[in-house]
């Protein structure tokens, strides 16, 4: 997989050396920002897997971009700066960014941050996912003990006799549980249901 690159720099010299660097590495470079602001609108529009941004850059730093970008895109941050302060670092930890360089930067030092960056970001899609995958499940249970419980009271049963009921109606019909609860729970008078 080719990872989608954008340099956010106000130093053209500086654009083109991580250019020249990303480049011989096979990443791919898609664009070259020379401001906070331009890192904002285009991160939107080209949705980058990773960009690199210097901290100091006129309009809008690296730093209030990153925030900007990190609610509106899924883009792994990286930061260039020629300061190493605390402060810019605890400021770089809040904005949602992955990693921080000191400039000048090798590319001893950029590749294996870039991989790392990369890396994590991945990973955090993947908990993205298994979170939402986790809130699905937990809905439809939710709306099944609803379902289960409507059936229960409608048809005088037990509650394992309406969740087998639930259950035999999803096989036959081929349908999530979840969607057999919402049909019941839409059903105005369930115990006139046949196929129940």
Same mark, same amino acid.
């Given at each position: 997989m080719t990872y989608r690159i954008m340099i956010v720099d106000?130093?053209?010299?500086?654009?083109m050396d991580l250019r020249e660097m990303l480049k011989e590495e096979g990443y791919q470079v898609i664009k070259e920002c020379?401001?906070?602001?331009? *890192?904002?609108?285009h991160s939107v529009a080209l949705e980058p897997d990773?960009?690199?941004?210097?901290v100091k850059m006129p309009i809008l730093n690296g730093i209030k971009a990153a925030k900007i970008i990190r609610q509106k895109?899924?883009?792994?941050?990286l930061l260039l700066t020629? $300061?190493?302060?605390?402060?810019?670092?605890e400021d770089a930890k809040e904005?949602?960014?992955? *990693? $921080?360089?000191v400039k000048p930067v090798t590319e001893a030092d950029l590749i294996p941050a870039i991989e790392i960056a990369l890396s994590q970001k991945k990973q955090f899609e993947c908990l993205s996912r298994d979170l939402q995958t986790l809130k699905q499940k937990l809905t439809?249970?939710?709306?099944?003990?609803?379902?289960?419980?409507?059936?229960?009271?409608?048809?005088m049963l037990s509650e394992e006799a309406a969740y087998r009921k639930i259950r035999e109606y999803s096989m036959k019909n081929r349908m999530s549980l979840g969607m057999v609860a919402e049909l019941i729970l839409m059903s105005e008078d369930v115990s006139l249901k046949?196929?129940?």
């Open positions: 106000d130093d053209p010299i500086t654009r020379k401001n906070g602001e331009e *890192a904002v609108k990773l960009i690199i941004m210097d895109s899924n883009a792994a941050i020629a $300061y190493s302060q605390r402060e810019l670092i904005s949602g960014v992955i *990693a $921080y360089l439809e249970r939710r709306q099944v003990e609803k379902a289960k419980g409507k059936l229960m009271n409608a048809m046949q196929d129940w």
